[in-house]
């Protein structure tokens, strides 16, 4: 028997399909467009999301040695994905990282909403969730909200689109309508946003106990997939991600290396004193996943390969390893984005620092300056979280780097491991389709079968105490910094020069 597993990602779709012992026995991507018609927004037409996914399930299933017996199901999460009760979009997608409801979250910052919802949901406001999203819908397209009688995540659209129901999986509703301890929609969240007339919008709130659904006769003539087959409705993508890197234990965790730096670590209970972060559901019974998506991760790294003249990351990896173990003294703040910081604290102001300069040192000493700050944000992280993780499990593009790697793991202090695909996400939502449909008892003993390592780097103690020293410079260089980052905030020009 064969199974698959969609991953639909915010840039590229990818579904995998797999044997019974976990071998992927086909992979097909399909790239899928973001628009950005004004400044600060991000969308996606819904009817092309699926048309790539069914494209690519076609793909795959062509290349099974037989029918495929289940499919599962996680993408990206936040956003605000509205159908109108015949299923059908009443516009683009509004994803994640769409900026134009700022000004909202910053007056439920100002008032003091943000830290009241932070307390029952657990979660950091931002942008692109679907509260702000509806905010500003409703002050700015009402008609659209009037037609819309779903709100649902992008993983939400593709269970409609999959099986004709509208749901949403746990996970995806932890942020920010749900109450995190009570696993169910908050009267009190929907009061505190003034978006109570818009509860109507939210459908069903699926558990770890209702995750299946039989595939539609129209999603499969359009997919190729037989009809009847259990849909599985997987946690979102950070989620399945830890679950496809082996994370679904208390204290285990793991580092997610893309454009943000999400590091998590897996929890059994709720903590809500500090508004930093995330806490959904993990989609493991019992598990909560605290998440800390840094805004400086791979952008950061992106920029610097630029600013050193370099035509890729990798090069700057490359540059960076034959740098002096200590950089030359020089040590980096990587807050570069526009955004400010949003984990493990958060500030919108924040700004990046070079520092430590001299005539000594050379570009080999700045990339791995750079390189070093970026990692001091992992552990960071690991730092504000709670517990302490005895390994830490990396997934994503930057794994491709042997000496990153040891970095991390010199800089953290914990054994890193790699796991040995890399559709981790995609792996996490098959593993959750094998617990839920009763092919694998449960979720440790999925992962321990069909969770390989590829690779464990092993921090050198030496290393590790000399970083200790560097972690708390990059501390007191940060807060050093902080009383510079409202002032003198630059802005590129966009005129010609004074007359």
Aim: aromatic share 6%; hydrophobic share 40%; glycine share 10%.
């Amino acid at each position: 028997m064969t199974a698959i597993a969609i991953d639909a990602g915010t840039t590229t779709i990818k579904v995998v399909g797999y044997a019974d012992d976990g071998e992927e026995l086909a992979v097909s991507r399909r790239p899928t467009q973001v628009t950005r018609p004004r400044p600060r927004w991000a969308e996606q037409d819904m009817s092309e999301v699926w048309a790539a996914v069914a494209d690519a399930v076609r793909e795959v299933v062509a290349a099974l040695p037989d029918a495929p017996d289940m499919v599962a199901v996680t993408a990206q999460g936040d956003g605000a994905w509205l159908v109108d009760d015949r299923g059908r979009p009443t516009g683009p997608a509004v994803l994640w990282n769409d900026g134009r409801a700022t000004d909202q979250v910053a007056a439920w910052e100002r008032d003091g909403v943000a830290q009241e919802a932070f307390r029952i949901s657990g979660s950091r406001l931002s942008a692109g969730m679907p509260n702000a999203v509806l905010a500003w819908l409703r002050a700015n397209d009402p008609d659209r909200v009037d037609r819309s009688a779903h709100l649902l995540t992008c993983g939400g659209w593709l269970h409609l689109k999959l099986t004709g129901e509208a749901a949403v999986d746990e996970s995806d509703a932890s942020a920010p309508f749900m109450d995190i301890r009570q696993r169910d929609w908050s009267d009190r969240l929907f009061e505190l946003y003034d978006l109570r007339e818009t509860r109507r919008l939210l459908p069903e709130l699926r558990d770890d106990d209702n995750r299946v659904t039989a595939l539609g006769d129209s999603a499969a003539a359009e997919t190729g997939l037989p009809a009847g087959i259990p849909v599985v409705m997987a946690p979102y993508d950070i989620c399945a991600t830890a679950i496809g890197a082996g994370a679904v234990t208390a204290g285990q965790a793991c580092c997610i290396l893309g454009t943000t730096l999400a590091t998590e670590v897996i929890t059994d209970t709720v903590v809500t004193d500090e508004p930093v972060g995330i806490t959904v559901t993990l989609g493991v019974p019992g598990r909560y996943l605290r998440a800390f998506p840094t805004m400086s991760g791979g952008d950061v790294l992106e920029w610097g390969a630029g600013m050193l003249g370099l035509t890729s990351v990798t090069d700057l990896m490359d540059l960076a390893a034959r740098g002096a173990p200590d950089a030359a003294g020089v040590r980096f703040v990587p807050y570069l984005s526009p955004a400010g910081e949003r984990a493990p604290f958060f500030d919108p102001t924040a700004r990046g620092s070079l520092s430590g300069l001299s005539l000594e040192a050379d570009r080999e000493d700045v990339a791995r300056a750079l390189l070093e700050g970026v990692t001091m944000t992992i552990r960071d992280c690991l730092a504000a979280a709670p517990g302490s993780p005895d390994g830490l499990a990396l997934c994503g593009g930057g794994t491709r780097s042997d000496f990153w790697m040891r970095l991390i793991a010199d800089v953290t202090g914990l054994p890193v491991t790699i796991p040995a695909t890399a559709e981790v996400g995609a792996r996490g939502a098959w593993l959750t389709g094998l617990v839920a449909t009763g092919r694998e008892p449960d979720f440790p003993t999925a992962a321990a079968r069909h969770v390989r390592v590829a690779a464990t780097y092993r921090p050198d103690r030496k290393a590790f105490d000399d970083f200790s020293g560097r972690y708390a410079d990059f501390l007191r260089l940060r807060e050093l910094a902080r009383p510079l980052w409202t002032h003198g905030r630059g802005t590129r020009s966009t005129g010609g020069a004074d007359a």
